[in-house]
């Protein structure tokens, strides 16, 4: 047998045994971190939704880049719920709900998940949207007209940004990185390293006592999601572009609420211009805070949103 035979087939088996360690990761993942809401079929996609609390006004939670529902259900939906109606989505193939043909737009995740929560009762809902989710709650205002109350950002993204897709998400959307690169990193990436990362999210807040076992970073590593938020990264520069524009043609009170030492989504770039530019948006700047102020600033947070269901005269 030759040595290029012999590599291939070696080749062959590494990539074999990658495949079924990814597998026993996501296994473990759906035991440990099972769905926490029911399923609402919409266009063929199964749209996973949480909902908590019985009365008050319909709230919408819809999370960031490589989320899911338990990033809210850790602490803030609870709080929530005890004033709100609160409905916690997983977007378009990320936590428990299925991709769709659409799904890496931002108008087509907005139109799912309004049928979503309206199919649950939500005709009119406050839409709030964290980092990516604050992109789909604006979208949502803009193409989606009398279906909600207001918006709320957190840490939200709103405007183009200079640094463009970045190495990581550049390979991990290629063709070569969806195929090799993916079933790798879920395979082999160890929860040292993935605790890591959760901490730069938060920083210069630490991470609260048990958020990473609640939110389960395993789900984020299983090989179709990766793949669905890498896609949606990617394409989210040119949606943005796109529709950034128009923010100004969305007709409900915005509340925008971002830490100034947010090291993830800029403040200035997107918070402040968006307050700047959009007569009914206002910002509350929490100074100090990074990332997660729905998280570590959540009083901030729920009076935000308070304010939001005031202007709307939302009862």
């Known amino acids: 047998m030759s ?32 769905p926490e809401g029911v399923d609402v079929e919409i266009e063929g996609a199964r749209v996973h939704v949480a909902v908590l609390g019985e009365a008050g006004p319909d709230l919408v939670l819809i999370h960031g880049a490589s989320g899911n529902t338990r990033d809210f259900t850790f602490r803030l939906a609870g709080r929530l719920a005890e004033r709100y109606r609160v409905f916690v989505v997983d977007r378009p193939g990320l936590g428990w709900s299925d991709p769709h043909p659409e799904g890496h737009r931002l108008d087509a995740q907005a139109r799912l998940l309004q049928a979503a929560v309206a199919r649950l009762g939500a005709e009119r809902p406050i839409v709030l ?46 063709p070569l990185g ?7 990193l879920t395979a082999f990436v160890p929860r040292a390293l993935i605790a890591g990362q959760i901490a730069k999210v938060f920083a210069p807040q ?5 958020y990473v076992a609640h939110f389960g970073p395993d789900l984020t590593l299983r090989r179709g ?6 896609m949606q990264r990617r394409v989210l520069p040119g949606e943005i572009e796109t529709l950034s524009p128009r923010w100004t043609e969305i007709e409900v009170p915005i509340e925008v609420i971002h830490g100034d030492a947010d090291p993830v989504v800029s403040h200035e770039l997107h918070a402040v211009q968006l307050a700047h530019r959009h007569p009914g948006a206002r910002l509350t700047t929490l ?7 729905h998280h ?20």
Do not use: C
């Open 178 to 184: 969806r195929a090799l690169v993916i079933p790798a």
């Open 296 to 315: 570590v600033a959540q009083d901030d947070v729920i009076a935000a949103i308070d304010r939001a269901a005031l202007r709307a005269n939302v009862k």
């Open 3 to 34: 040595i290029a035979s012999t590599a291939l087939i070696a080749l062959a088996g590494l990539g074999g045994a990658t495949q079924v360690l990814a597998a026993r990761r996501e296994a473990r993942a759906a035991r440990f971190t099972p």
């Open 129 to 174: 949207g964290q980092s990516y989710g604050g992109a789909v709650a604006l979208a949502w205002g803009l193409t989606l007209p009398g279906t909600l109350a207001a918006l709320v950002t957190v840490s939200g993204v709103a405007y183009p940004w200079p640094t463009g897709l970045g190495a990581f998400y550049t390979v991990l959307s290629h």
């Open 287 to 293: 100074p100090g805070i990074g990332h997660m102020p």
């Open 225 to 230: 999601q990766m793949r669905i938020n890498a």
């Open 206 to 210: 630490p991470v609260p006592p048990g």
